[in-house]
């Protein structure tokens, strides 16, 4: 474990119940799952405003419609 220490200059925008508003940064990796009995694209999604270990697994679809401007060609 690394004690790395994050600065910055501005605070994140919070929403309505407080918590800090995020959006999708960059796709670290991808992989394929079953789910029922349909295939589905997982994406490993490193968020805006969150630390490099608060990274999440979303399956592609839902994140194309919740974050419909964001572009989700794979980098990894």
Excluded: C, R
């Excluded at 995020?22 to 630390?51: C, E, R």
């Amino acid at each position: 474990m690394t004690n790395e220490v994050v600065i910055s200059i501005t605070l994140p925008k919070i929403n309505d119940y407080g918590l800090v508003k995020v959006h999708p940064q960059a796709i670290l990796d991808k992989k394929i799952t079953k789910k029922g009995n349909k295939v589905a694209t997982m994406v490993l999604i490193q968020w805006s405003n969150l630390f490099k270990e608060d990274t999440t697994w979303k399956e592609l679809d839902e994140l194309i419609k919740q974050f419909s401007t964001f572009n989700v060609n794979y980098k990894g």
